[in-house]
């Protein structure tokens, strides 16, 4: 599908390429299902069984099952579209939360059949960020339309993910937690259903030459900066309570400093996509994911915690472009017939990362000085970073 690229792209552009205004607030209906399920599950999971343990494992169970068979869910919208894929998985994900919410819906509930209701669920979510990548990808002629178009879709995604848990806080103020399952359920079926009747959803494409593993492996440095940013920023979570702790500011005090990475995403998510850049994606990649390690890396050093929300917010200025980018070089390496496979691999590179760093870094606190653990937090996005650079380098020099 083409269209013709405006001489100077802006977000208003974007939003102006045929029907993105409604294929992109279809897909985002659906995709706030993912910012709304998690603290549902979690919260309802708690009630149901009175074990926070329990809930902890199916919370894995679920996130396991959903982030590594993306890319094999992601495969099949390439080979049979978006059309005919995503409906019987938005229809098989929203039945098994429905059944997760009856199992879930008074206390006493047995553990066993809740984890597997919540293993199916995460198995069959659909991957809508990748898929409305890829459309985007379409839609949007030029690096400089396509690199606007990931940033607004990217800070869009940033906002779901916060908004998502205030919505399931005001919810059960007045209704059990098993109806925020009901609700991620519906959001999902509802979006999904609506969007995938837009007409510049991608058609089939088939086992076209150069899809397999091969090809996609030049997807190695998107996913491995992907997966580093995952580790350091889950991190980053523990490491703000655990400083604010130490420094008798008390928890209450942690959300306003993840407020300000957050804000700073934001902010650095629409600059990054409104600058006309003339430097390589690859290269800005690696530039982006090295600085936000750097900054994580010197909040060690924050003297109280005003110091430490204006590290955070600087270090949030970083996440946005290093994540836009990473799908921007992702949608450049993939061959045309593996675009949302290219997509989802870079989610799940994110998400496996969130997974491993927060286990880590619970391990390392309490065994090893606060700095220390600031430290090797960043190091995690700077060092798949460098080394990407680095190869990348060899590889120029051999051509």
């Known amino acids: 599908m083409s269209t013709h690229a405006p001489a100077r792209p802006s977000y208003a552009a974007v939003l102006r390429l045929p029907h993105a205004r409604r294929t992109f607030t279809s897909a985002l209906t659906a995709r706030l299902s993912y910012g709304t399920v998690s603290l549902a599950v979690m919260l309802s999971v708690t009630r149901a069984t009175g074990s926070y343990a329990v809930s902890g494992a199916v919370l894995s169970l679920f996130g396991a099952t959903t982030v590594f068979l993306a890319p094999l869910r992601a495969a099949l919208i390439d080979r049979h579209g978006a059309r005919r894929a995503l409906p019987p998985m938005a229809l098989l994900y929203g039945a098994l939360l429905c059944l997760l919410a009856a199992l879930t819906w008074r206390p006493g509930a047995p553990p066993a059949p809740i984890a597997v209701a919540a293993a199916l669920a995460g198995a069959c979510a659909p991957p809508l960020g990748p898929t409305m990548r890829a459309v985007w990808a379409e839609l949007a002629v030029g690096p400089q339309l396509l690199s606007r178009a990931y940033s607004l879709d990217g800070v869009a995604e940033e906002l779901l993910y916060v908004s998502g848990p205030v919505l399931i806080g005001v919810l059960t103020g007045w209704a059990p937690p098993a109806a925020g399952i009901l609700l991620s359920a519906l959001l999902v079926v509802g979006g999904t259903g609506v969007f995938v009747t837009s007409p510049v959803l991608p058609g089939p494409r088939g086992a076209t030459p150069g899809t397999g593993r091969g ?154 000085p606060l700095g220390v653990c600031f430290l090797l937090a960043g190091g995690a996005a700077v060092l798949p970073a460098a080394g990407a650079y680095r190869r990348r380098r060899v590889r120029g020099r051999r051509g």
């Open 215 to 368: 090809a996609l492996s030049g997807l190695l440095a998107p996913v491995a900066v992907a997966t580093g940013a995952g580790l350091a920023l889950s991190g980053v979570d523990l490491l703000v309570t655990a400083f604010a702790t130490q420094r008798s500011y008390g928890t209450a005090v942690v959300p306003w400093v993840l407020g300000a990475l957050s804000a700073g995403s934001a902010v650095g998510g629409l600059l990054n996509g409104a600058v006309r850049w003339q430097a390589p994606a690859r290269v800005r990649l690696c530039g982006s994911a090295v600085a936000l390690g750097l900054v994580i890396a010197a909040a060690g050093l924050a003297p109280g915690l005003w110091a430490l929300a204006g590290v955070m917010g600087i270090a949030g200025a970083f996440i946005a472009p290093t994540l836009t980018t990473a799908y921007l070089v992702a949608d450049e390496t993939a061959p045309e017939g593996a675009r949302t496979q290219a997509g989802a691999w870079v989610n799940t590179g994110v998400n496996a990362g969130s997974s491993l760093g927060a286990m880590a870094t619970g391990l390392l606190i309490g065994r090893m």
